[in-house]
């Protein structure tokens, strides 16, 4: 039936197009593995994202991923050298629909940039949001080996995979 079609279509998050920002705090391991995963799976399943990534400091803008981020998700089959480093600004909660961090630290410095309720229902802990777990957190893989950044490859892809099945889903 028409009526219930258009129903689906204006409460379904499928068509509308979604900005998503990924926040970490370097902006070279975490937050540019899920910008490239999100990318390669928006690719692959032709997902209707705007997606970037930045971090909560600035010690690393401009930069490239660290090296093994890139080694390691190409290994995976993620190509992640054409991303470039940058610090979050406070003008992003209104230039991104979803704003999601991969530790409960960078949440808690995000939250503190928060001016108004709507910015707030913005920001959420990725795994938390996409998973369910609650509180999990995308450990930081900087002072790892290589192990390490296999494990935080598997923890991203997977969330991802989940987090285009939710925001493709229905939000009735
Ligand atoms: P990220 O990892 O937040 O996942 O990009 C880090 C990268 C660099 C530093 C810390 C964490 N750092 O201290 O330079």
Same mark, same amino acid.
Do not use: W
């Given at each position: 039936m028409a009526g219930? %079609? $258009? =129903? &689906?279509?204006? =409460?379904? $998050?499928? @068509?509308?197009?979604?900005?998503?920002?990924?926040?970490?705090?370097? %902006?070279?391991?975490?937050?540019?593995? *899920?910008?490239? /995963?999100?990318? =390669?799976?928006?690719? #692959?399943?032709?997902?209707?994202?705007? /997606?970037?990534?930045?971090?909560? *400091?600035? @010690?690393? /803008? +401009?930069? &490239?991923?660290d090296p093994r981020t890139i080694a390691n998700a190409r290994k995976n089959g993620v190509d992640l050298s054409a991303l470039r480093a940058r610090q979050f600004q406070a003008s992003d909660f209104d230039k991104f629909d979803w704003i999601f961090t991969m530790d409960k630290s960078n949440y808690n410095n995000l939250l503190k940039l928060t001016?108004? #309720?709507?910015?707030?229902?913005?920001? #959420?802990?990725?795994?938390?949001? &996409?998973?369910?777990?609650? +509180? *999990?957190?995308?450990?930081?893989? @900087? @002072?790892? %080996?290589?192990k390490d950044f296999e494990k935080v490859f598997q923890l991203v892809y997977s969330a991802s995979l989940q987090l285009c099945e939710k925001l493709n889903s229905s939000s009735d």
């Open positions: 219930s %079609n $258009y =129903h &689906a279509f204006k =409460h379904s $998050y499928f @068509y509308t197009m979604q900005k998503i920002l990924f926040v970490c705090l370097g %902006n070279i391991c975490r937050s540019p593995l *899920a910008e490239g /995963i999100l990318l =390669h799976l928006k690719e #692959k399943q032709h997902l209707p994202f705007e /997606i970037d990534s930045a971090g909560t *400091a600035g @010690y690393h /803008i +401009g930069e &490239a991923p001016s108004n #309720k709507e910015q707030q229902q913005k920001l #959420k802990l990725f795994l938390e949001f &996409a998973t369910g777990q609650n +509180g *999990a957190e995308v450990p930081d893989p @900087y @002072y790892g %080996n290589e």
